[in-house]
């Protein structure tokens, strides 16, 4: 049968019990990340936390039947799910609030470390700081993480609760962009630029970061979520001209994209996950507790269209009810 199938490979079979909604969902399912023309049907959905079922004949861990583990693995929007043993990683629980250090946690710890190079008392601005379109969580872990490097941190947002908000995870300077010009609060408080900056909206944004970027600065781009609902998928702004504004300064422009990275996954987020067991960072979390999305796997649209909203505060997370009448 299919489970002793799988379990000749170097596989666990895995239960969710939650699923992490992100941005990048719909880029997925648009193909935007496939190179060699897959068609639908396909597996969606990049991580969850669940409970081992099935223990690969030729895995090598100390992985066990019933363990509680968080996984991350393209198909996770799914009761059962095969995932390779070096993409689960055990957690003492089945708590949902280890899901912001997968795709989340992973995006903010591991380009800090390879491309942000951060040094105590630079200047870090962080686009869609406190929300925006579902990169929230990422964002919340690079406040707390840059905090903790010693940095100042300069956070975008879109309105005073939010502001609020960040101010409460440690952001120094939080903007809300419907009330202020980034561009003018940049070049009056910071006038020598930002040494580094966490970029996600693109477009415009993109256009206002690189212009204040400070000399040896250094701009990551992780995404360009104002792009993403569009038909092309990214969003319209006026071309600038890149070289010129770099070579000036001795900056950079780099990029990171998390599955090019798996290798460190497991120390990154054991990091995380240490440092969330003694209360040095925060998880947040939101399964819908407000919204119309319930639980199953029937609600991950209404969850999507939720983030996409812009009006969570927390990672958004599906819980997925096991039915007795599941098989595998």
Do not use: W
């Amino acid at each position: 049968n299919a489970t002793l199938e799988l379990a000749r490979f170097d596989d666990d079979i895995d239960r969710s019990r939650y699923v992490g909604i992100n941005a990048s969902d719909i880029n997925f399912t648009a193909g935007r990340y496939f190179n060699s023309g897959e068609q639908p049907p396909f597996p969606v959905g990049f991580e969850a936390v669940g409970e081992i079922v099935v223990v690969g004949s030729k895995c090598r861990g100390n992985h066990k039947v019933g363990n509680h583990v968080v996984f991350m693995q393209n198909g996770s929007f799914a009761e059962y799910v095969a995932v390779p043993e070096n993409m689960v990683f055990p957690i003492p629980s089945c708590n949902p609030e280890y899901i912001p250090f997968l795709v989340s946690g992973l995006t903010a710890s591991i380009s800090l470390d390879e491309l942000g190079n951060l040094k105590a008392g630079e200047t870090v601005l962080i686009t869609a700081a406190a929300g925006g379109t579902g990169q929230l969580a990422v964002r919340i872990h690079e406040v707390q993480l840059a905090k903790a490097a010693g940095c100042h941190i300069i956070g975008t947002c879109s309105n005073d609760n939010k502001a609020k908000f960040l101010k409460s995870i440690g952001c120094d300077r939080p903007v809300n962009y419907k009330t202020e010009d980034l561009d003018k609060v940049l070049k009056k408080e910071y006038p020598k630029g930002v040494d580094v900056v966490y970029e996600s909206i693109g477009g415009e944004m993109f256009n206002t970061c690189l212009e204040n970027l400070a000399i040896k600065g250094r701009l990551i781009v992780i995404g360009y979520i104002s792009g993403y609902q569009t038909a092309r998928g990214v969003a319209k702004s006026k071309t600038i001209l890149i070289p010129p504004r770099l070579l000036g300064k001795s900056a950079c422009v780099t990029a990171f994209l998390l599955l090019h990275f798996t290798n460190l996954y497991g120390k990154h987020f054991k990091k995380l996950a240490t440092m969330y067991g003694r209360g040095e960072i925060k998880s947040f979390v939101d399964l819908g507790q407000t919204t119309r999305y319930n639980k199953g796997l029937q609600s991950i649209p209404e969850a999507i269209d939720y983030m996409y909203s812009g009006k969570n505060i927390g990672k958004i997370i599906v819980e997925i009810p096991h039915q007795t009448s599941s098989k595998l």
